[in-house]
């Protein structure tokens, strides 16, 4: 098999069309007992009703768009540990890492073409695409690819340049994961725990690192090594061998899963808490040329302006609603203004205003529409439909996210709104958006209803017919409660004397007879 299923890939929008790949939601069969079974469906049942919002404390309507779960072969997906999205021929980029292969989508999320070893893709991990066609591909060091990399291919996929991140002497053992290009070529790259983002230029060249600094908590063989600052990090190199040798051993379920998305070993004694430069796990440019920062170490954003100028930080880490506890990558949606940013371990998306406000969340652990297992990447197409990569249920959702539910939580974040936590308007956001949602569902069945209803009229009709029948039915049962009561009557016989038979009775044999 080829790795690349199109080698003619124009640098213009394609002409053809394909149809829309769209999967049905997924069944369960239980083979419980008949009592638990029950038990289980009514619980599911309920859950399915209640839908994918009510995972958070409020409630936004969430329609699945699309469901991608094949590749270009018509085969399941492998573990799609990330993704992203060229806005320009509106074609979806999604890393295939059970495979190591990126699948391409078109816009009717029906799988196009693949690049894979051919076109110098061994281990990809993530990238980004940029409006001259360019496509920038993070690389990891493995056994088969022994020299980190990012790899640069063209409008063809072909490969125009590669920079090789072992040559660079400021940076270490580093594991790129993540990468962004603004406006003026500058690179910006984002490793597995790794303190700070690194800067280059167009060319490679090594430029400077950007460090947010943090309270942040040092645990088991971390807290007795130093922390690496800007200019170097061989403290930071170090920890990163240790979080490697914890790793678990692999076993079959976890081959095919990039390391950092593995079960790691929850084996630490001490810690110390000190102020120094965060890990950031994953790097993104607005068209403003904003710079959001990532760290799953503090569950925190940290946004810097096109300077590079710090502007401010966002997110709290925890495991409750509202809360960060191992944030993985964000998109900004610029038409409704909203940041979300996809939550690894709480399998939810959280979504903030453009100050850093939480307003409101989605999602939860499951495997239907809207229902994540461990999601790990999140990006927004040119019609402000969600595409998330979710690992374990191994596909790639595509949501869209109504926005009447997004513009009333907007407008309750800003100044002067009502306070949500006033007594007796606690209950207030479910209600509105409970009617909300059936608003829509209703709209969405009004055509329906419309053409229902003209064959009611003729179903009313017949049933008048029906009704003068149905009068005479009643006379004939008052005759019949006539008659029975009539059976019911038995004649008293006179004292000392038998019973005079019923109409139903047998007489009785004589004992003379029995003998």
Not at 87 to 98: A, D, S, V, W
Not at 461 to 486: A, H, K, N, Q, S
Request: one cysteine or more; a negative charge.
């Amino acid at each position: 098999m080829s790795a690349i299923k199109d080698n003619k890939r124009p640098s213009a929008r394609r002409s053809e069309r394909f149809t829309c790949h769209r999967t049905e939601p997924i069944h369960v069969r239980c083979c419980l007992p008949v009592l638990l079974k029950v038990i289980l469906n009514t619980v599911l049942g309920c859950i399915l009703l209640i839908g994918p919002a009510a995972a958070s404390d409020f409630m936004v309507p969430v329609k699945s768009i699309a469901q991608i779960t094949i590749d270009e072969d018509n085969e399941a997906l492998n573990y799609p540990v990330a993704l992203f999205f060229d806005p320009t021929l509106e074609e979806i980029y999604l890393i295939n890492g059970g495979k190591a292969r990126i699948v391409v989508y078109g816009p009717d999320f029906f799988p196009r073409i693949s690049i894979g070893k051919g076109r110098g893709v061994i281990t990809p991990r993530g990238g980004t695409v940029l409006p001259n066609g360019e496509v920038y591909i993070c690389q990891v060091m493995t056994a088969k690819n022994p020299r980190p990399r990012l790899t640069i291919l063209n409008g063809a996929f072909f490969v125009d340049r590669e920079i090789f991140l072992d040559e660079i002497p400021d940076i270490k053992d580093f594991r790129p994961r993540n990468v962004a290009v603004n406006n003026d070529g500058i690179i910006y790259l984002a490793g597995d725990n790794y303190r700070g983002v690194i800067v280059l230029d167009d060319e490679g060249n090594f430029l400077r690192l950007l460090q947010p600094m943090d309270q942040i908590i040092l645990r088991g063989a971390e807290a007795e090594l130093p922390l690496g600052l800007e200019g170097g990090q061989e403290g930071a190199a170090e920890i990163l061998t240790e979080d490697t040798e914890e790793t678990i051993p692999e076993e079959e379920d976890f081959a095919n899963i990039p390391e950092e998305f593995r079960p790691r070993s929850s084996e630490e004694e001490g810690f110390r808490e000190v102020t120094g430069p965060v890990k950031i796990n994953y790097v993104n440019i607005d068209s403003t040329g904003k710079l959001y920062l990532i760290s799953a170490e503090t569950g925190k954003i940290y946004v810097y302006g096109p300077d590079e100028s710090f502007l401010f930080s966002f997110g709290t880490k925890g495991g409750s609603p509202g809360q960060q506890s191992n944030p993985r990558a964000l998109v900004v949606d610029e038409e409704t203004e909203v940041i979300y940013v996809v939550d690894y371990m709480r399998h939810t998306i959280l979504a903030y205003n453009l100050a850093g406000e939480y307003i409101f969340e989605f999602g939860g652990r499951g495997f239907n529409p809207g229902w994540f297992n461990f999601p790990t990447d999140i990006s927004i197409n040119n019609r402000g439909q969600l595409i998330i990569a979710d690992l374990f249920n191994k596909r790639a959702q595509v949501l869209e996210v109504e926005k009447k539910g997004i513009s009333y939580y907007m407008d309750r974040s800003q100044p002067g709104s009502v306070d949500l936590t006033t007594e007796g308007q606690e209950d207030q956001p479910d209600v509105f958006l409970e009617e909300l949602y059936q608003t829509i569902k209703e709209e969405e069945k009004e055509g329906e209803v419309i053409s229902e209803e003209e064959g009611v009229g003729e179903e009313r009709e017949e049933e008048d017919e029906l009704i003068p029948e149905e009068e005479g039915v009643e006379e004939e049962r008052e005759e019949e409660d006539e008659v029975i009561f009539e059976e019911e009557v038995i004649e008293e016989a006179p004292p000392g004397e038998p019973a005079p038979l019923g109409p139903f009775d047998e007489p009785l044999e004589s004992p003379e007879e029995i003998q």
